[in-house]
C-alpha cells in the first residue's frame, strides 16, 4: 500500500451529507465532514477510486503542507520546501489557485504568485530549469487556501472537474451540473428500480445521472484525472481501480423513464443525453405542459424535477403560478409518487402546496430548495 495522505473532497454546499455517505460506502478512512466537503485518508488506490466513483464532489484534493503563514516571507519559505518535484516535470506546466480569507496577505493573486516563485526558485536551484504557468489543463494544479493567517497547500488530483463525466453532448438552457443532480437523485430516496419522471426535463441531467446510480455505473470511468500526470502516479492504482468499475457496472435496471419539457428543442436534448449516457431504458418523451401534468395512475414512481427558478425572469409571479398548477396537479394525481422537486427559493416551495421536508442546496452562489417527499 502506498503512502496515506489527508485528502479533501469538494462538493456544492448543503451536498456534505451526502458526500459524507458516499465515501463511508467507498469504505473510505477517517471521514470527517466540513462546510463545502469532506476530508478523508488514503493513498493512490483511494485517490484513484474517490475519482472514479464520487457522484456529489467536485474534486479531490491532496494537502502536501499546511503552515502558519503571517507574512510573505513565511509563504514564500513554506512553499520553497515542499518537495514539488516529486510530482512535477522541470518542463511540465502548472497553475496556482489561491483562496484568501481573514488573512494578513489579503491578494489572492499575490498569494499565487509568490507560490509560484517559490516553486520555481526551487527547480531552478536544483535542475537549473523551471516549468512553465499553464492554463486549466496544466499537468500540476496547485490549490493555496489562506484562512486566519493559515495556510494550506493541496495539490488537485481531479483534473477538470467532476462534474465532467463525458456523456453530456446537449446542454440545454439551464443544465444542473451533474455532481448536484446525482445529490438530488441520493437524497430523494429513490428505489432505483421504479419509473422516473421528470416533467421539466431540460437537457435530462436528472434522469441520466438517476440511471447511471441504478446501473451501478462509477460516474469518471469515461475520463482521466489530474493525478495520472503527476510523476508520482500509480499506474497500477489507476488500472486496478478502472477494472474493478467497469465489472461493477450492470446492465441498468428496465427502467421506466418519462421525461417532458415544454420546448422540443429540450426533448431533443434530453434524448441525445440519454443515448450518449448508453442508458438502456424505455424511454418515453414528450413536449408537454408541465402545469398540466398527468401522473400515471399506479406507477408508484419518483418525480425527480427541477422546475424553472426564474432568475432571469421578469415576471416572478408568473413563475409561482406555474409552481402552484403543478402543485395542484401532484396534490390531486400523484399519491404513491415519491418527490424531489428543485425549486429556486422557499416561496416557489410555499407555492407548490405540498408536504414535505426541505433540504437546503445552491448551484453555485445561487441557493435552491429541494421539497422532497412521498405521497400518501
Ligand atoms: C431549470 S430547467 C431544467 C434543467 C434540467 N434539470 C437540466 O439539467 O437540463 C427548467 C425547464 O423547464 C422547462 N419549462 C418551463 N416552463 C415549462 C412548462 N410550463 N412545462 C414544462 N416545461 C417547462 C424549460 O423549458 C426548462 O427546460
Not at 502506498?2 to 463511508?24: D, N, S, W
Not at 457496472?249 to 426533448?267: C, F, I, M, W, Y
Not at 438502456?280 to 401534468?293: M, S, T
Not at 409561482?320 to 416551495?349: D, I, M
Request: include cysteine.
Amino acid at each position: 500500500m502506498g503512502a496515506r495522505h489527508e485528502l479533501f473532497a469538494t462538493c456544492p454546499r448543503g451536498l456534505e451529507a451526502v458526500l459524507h455517505q458516499e465515501l463511508k460506502e467507498l469504505r473510505m478512512g477517517r471521514i470527517e465532514r466540513q462546510v463545502g466537503g469532506c476530508q478523508f485518508q488514503g493513498g493512490p488506490a483511494e485517490v484513484a477510486r474517490a475519482n472514479l466513483w464520487l457522484r456529489t464532489a467536485n474534486r479531490v484534493l491532496l494537502r502536501v503542507d499546511r503552515f502558519p503563514c503571517p507574512s510573505d516571507a513565511a509563504l514564500y519559505e513554506a512553499a520553497r520546501e515542499v518537495p514539488w518535484e516529486r510530482w512535477l516535470r522541470p518542463e511540465g506546466t502548472l497553475r496556482v489557485q489561491a483562496r484568501v480569507q481573514d488573512s494578513a496577505l489579503t491578494h489572492g493573486r499575490f498569494v499565487e504568485q509568490r507560490v509560484k516563485d517559490a516553486l520555481c526558485d526551487r527547480f531552478v536551484e536544483r535542475t537549473g530549469t523551471r516549468p512553465s504557468v499553464g492554463d486549466e489543463d496544466s499537468d500540476l494544479r496547485i490549490h493555496v487556501h489562506l484562512f486566519r493567517d493559515r495556510a494550506t497547500l493541496a495539490l488537485d488530483t481531479t483534473g477538470p472537474p467532476l462534474y465532467k463525466r463525458g456523456w453530456r453532448v446537449a446542454q440545454g438552457r439551464a443544465p444542473l451540473p451533474e455532481t448536484l443532480a446525482a445529490g438530488v437523485v441520493l437524497l430523494s430516496g429513490w428505489d432505483r428500480r421504479s419509473p422516473l419522471v421528470d416533467p421539466f426535463c431540460g437537457s435530462g441531467t436528472l434522469l441520466v445521472e438517476a440511471a447511471l446510480l441504478a446501473a451501478g455505473a462509477a460516474p469518471g470511468l469515461g475520463r482521466s484525472f489530474g493525478e495520472e500526470r503527476w510523476l508520482s502516479s500509480d499506474a497500477r492504482a489507476w488500472e486496478r481501480a478502472r477494472s474493478e468499475a467497469q465489472a461493477a457496472r450492470r446492465a441498468t435496471p428496465k427502467l421506466q423513464v418519462l421525461g417532458s419539457d415544454l420546448e422540443a428543442e429540450r426533448v431533443e436534448d434530453t434524448r441525445a443525453n440519454l443515448a450518449s449516457a448508453g442508458i438502456e431504458a424505455a424511454v418515453q418523451l414528450e413536449v408537454a405542459d408541465g402545469r398540466r401534468f398527468e401522473p400515471r395512475p399506479g406507477w408508484n414512481g419518483q418525480v425527480l424535477t427541477n422546475l424553472p427558478w426564474g432568475v432571469r425572469v421578469s415576471d416572478p409571479a408568473r413563475v409561482l403560478a406555474l409552481y402552484e398548477a403543478f402543485g395542484q396537479r401532484l396534490r390531486e394525481g400523484a399519491s404513491g409518487y415519491g418527490l424531489a422537486l428543485l425549486a429556486g427559493e422557499p416561496r416557489q416551495v410555499d407555492a407548490l402546496g405540498l408536504p414535505g421536508e426541505r433540504v437546503e442546496l445552491a448551484n453555485g452562489n445561487q441557493p435552491c430548495v429541494l421539497l422532497r417527499s412521498r405521497l400518501a
